[in-house]
């Protein structure tokens, strides 16, 4: 198993995601219990390129302090909502022969749910654990709507298994 930290970006983590206190410490939980339990622990990266407030370089680009790497943890780049195309992770994943990834990290309804998706295509067993993904309110949907429709209706069965965070972390624990 390898656990996935999506986006997790100083910019896009912010009070305005919803939920913002249960994923900050969720995510916290799973990162430490991944590191106790030697689960790799691998981080992912928006850029959008240059100009743009997302881009190497600018202040929010790295990742939020509270998830921060540790020296020697992995870190790859993508310029599209999918973390499997042009960033490397995929043929990563591939050389250490990982069937089963954990995805947690921003934004649930853009580059979380291409990663759910993208990532069952590819034959991964996806593990997707509640609250350790969010999102913002958009023009269509609050973004606890949002996070509702991905985590309980849309993932839940078909591209994933949705579990608690405690079921989690005992599975990265055994």
Same mark, same amino acid.
């Given at each position: 198993m390898t656990l996935l930290i999506i986006d997790a970006q100083?910019?896009?983590t912010t009070p305005a995601l919803f939920a913002f206190e249960q994923f900050v410490e969720?995510? $916290?939980r799973l990162i430490s219990a991944a590191r106790e339990s030697g689960t790799e622990v691998v981080y992912v990266r928006h850029d959008d390129g240059a100009g743009e407030p997302l881009t190497k370089g600018a202040d929010g680009f790295d990742i939020y302090e509270a998830f921060a790497p540790m020296p020697g943890e992995r870190i790859f780049? $993508?310029?599209v909502n999918s973390p499997f195309k042009n960033s490397g992770l995929l043929e990563y994943l591939r050389d250490k022969k990982e069937t089963e990834l954990m995805i947690t990290g921003l934004q649930t309804d853009y580059c979380i749910d291409a990663s759910v998706k993208c990532g069952f295509e590819h034959g991964f067993h996806i593990i997707?654990?509640?609250y350790a993904n969010s999102t913002v309110n958009?023009?269509?949907l609050s973004a606890e709507d949002s996070y509702r429709y991905y985590n309980e209706f849309l993932w839940?069965?078909?591209y994933a298994e949705c579990i608690s965070t405690d079921e989690?972390?005992?599975r990265m624990t055994k």
């Open positions: 100083k910019l896009i969720n995510v $916290k780049d $993508k310029t997707v654990p509640a958009n023009a269509y839940k069965g078909r989690a972390i005992k």
